[in-house]
């Protein structure tokens, strides 16, 4: 069971995770209370262990952006919370080594997800951020076909039922884990990783790889070529070169959270 702790942002955190042992952790770049500055990310994941994936979250940037943040912060994976279109996830795929495409359980894109080329999908509640549950039907008939990432509303006293229902590839929990807002608590998130990897042995030192289809991890042979930066002067969907694109967070309503 693939577990990502969300929304970290200080280093005491992600290394108290890391001992937990969690298998990702989330740096929030989207207008959030628990939004980080590329800086600080980069000075986080540098203290990491090579094994963890660090995942940057973002909603609705433009994908150049996307891939600048990514790479000045020195991450390894993004997740896509807004109505991205699959050529803009495509391009950011092709420079970024994970991606995971997250859809609300309302999401007016979710009957689309066969359009989306990620590496995971995630499924949160009909308000990303909220921390409130939802009917797990939807996940579960979603688990059978994807790589999936279960997210909201999840707990250390109810994740282990939802990992029942639902049989996801992973699980992904931001402040179901805090004890204020940015805040994990040691307690909580022990407890969690430990009720969430009690369903499986998580994956075994090399074989969660980066570039898998949805259907499962690749070996290492498979996804050579994934961890390339951009070229100089490749150009992004719009044209536009890579290397220069400028692009701005966008607001919004919903805190990306969980």
Known sequence: MFVKICGITNESDALMATAMGTDAVGFVFAPSSRRIQPTQARDIARRL????LTVG???DETPQRVVEVVNAAGLRGVQLHGFESAGEVAWVRKRVPFVIKAFGVGHPLLDRIDDYEVDAVM???DRPGSGEPYDLSVA???ARRYRLILAGGLRNDTVAA???AVHPW???VSSGVESAPGRKDVRLTRRFINAAHAYGDGPEPGEMLFGGPLGGPVPASEAEGRWDRPDP???GPDGAPAESAQGSLYDWDDDISR
């Not at 262990?49 to 963890?52: C, D, F």
Request: charged share 30%; proline share 9%.
């Open 49 to 52: 262990p090579p094994e963890i």
């Open 57 to 59: 979250v973002f909603r």
């Open 123 to 125: 499924l949160d509640g």
């Open 140 to 142: 579960a008939e979603l």
């Open 162 to 164: 939802a990992i029942d």
């Open 170 to 172: 992973g699980v992904d």
């Open 233 to 235: 002067g490749a150009e």
